[in-house]
């Protein structure tokens, strides 16, 4: 197996926060979860699609796209996997896959040879989501080295960073946590080495003492939900327990999220100011 034959995303889902019991002179742990609901993912298998071996990029952000169709319906209208049901169908979802492969990501194009570098699937997820539904998704992600104008294999020669991208940043669990929180659908580039995959997060539990916890996701290798030990982090890395086969993908090394906009924690945070505001104008009256 090498570097070129894999790409997979994670999705994360589901949520709460609670806190351990009081000890005096211990440092107290605080147990951060959120799990989304996995039926409102895509299960589309890499395997179904044009590029095989290497389409995992355009696979799990496939997956992560019914999430977001479902989830936010008045935003996208079906625009980002048009299905004739309620629900896309595996063939539905496997149309957009080959289409971001070969148009937009642009790994799969002739001889579906070569995994999708981290770059092409962010430029390529984004420039998807803005021909079916321009000025309606906010994006954020976490690079951990510098970003490439041109990557090795690159399908996007001398492409400047965008504005949302946090290069040089290695993904954190808070990061993930947030993401999740706010109804973001968040995948992930799992690595070892030169070997990587994508994977769509769909959950994630750990605690802030040690790092520890567990993480959902849809696997693009086999279209199933599955799940992982995250076990700490190592170099800064989050570590898992996540492998194909015997093949280990130990380590987060990039995430990316999509939501609409304005992302869905923003709509909070403006009725609470509307709120704040009409309750000071009403006192100002008052004393008036």
């Known amino acids: 197996m ?6 997979i995303v994670f999705a994360l889902s ?10 005096p002179g211990v440092a107290q742990a605080t147990v951060f979860e959120k799990f989304l609901d996995q039926a409102g993912f895509g299960k589309l298998d890499q395997h179904d699609t044009n590029c095989a071996l290497v389409n995992c990029g355009p696979t ?25 049901g309620a629900a896309p169908t595996a063939a539905e979802l496997k149309a957009v896959a080959n289409k971001l492969g070969s ?3 642009q790994n799969c194009t002739v001889n579906c040879t070569q995994g999708t570098p981290i770059e092409d699937f962010i430029l390529g997820k984004r420039d998807y989501l803005e021909s079916v539904a321009p000025g309606k998704t906010a994006y954020h992600a976490q690079v951990n080295f510098g970003w490439r104008k041109n990557p090795p294999n690159g399908t996007h020669p001398n492409t400047a960073k965008p504005g949302f991208v946090d290069d040089n940043t290695k993904p954190t669990l808070s990061f993930l946590y947030s993401e999740l929180k706010r109804g973001e659908d968040v995948e992930l580039f799992m690595a070892t080495g030169a070997v990587g995959h994508y994977l769509t997060l769909t959950g994630i539990k750990y605690d802030d003492a040690n790092n520890t916890g567990q993480m959902a996701f849809i696997d693009p290798w086999t279209g199933l939900a599955g799940n992982a030990n995250i076990s700490g982090l190592t170099g800064g890395f ?6 194909i086969g015997d093949e280990s993908f130990k380590f987060v090394a990039h995430a990316v999220s999509e939501s609409p906009v304005p992302e869905p924690g923003t709509y909070a945070v403006l009725m609470f100011g509307l709120i704040a ?6 006192r100002l009256q008052i004393r008036t």
Do not use: D, H
């Open 103 to 105: 148009n937009f990501m």
């Open 60 to 84: 799990a952000a496939v997956n992560s796209f019914a999430f977001l169709q479902k989830s936010y319906p008045g935003v996208y209208n079906g625009k980002l996997v048009p299905s004739a």
């Open 238 to 243: 989050i570590e898992t327990n996540y492998k």
């Open 2 to 7: 090498n570097a070129r034959k894999f790409g």
């Open 14 to 23: 589901g949520a709460a926060v609670c806190s351990t019991g009081f000890l």
């Open 277 to 282: 505001l009409g309750l000071c104008r009403r």
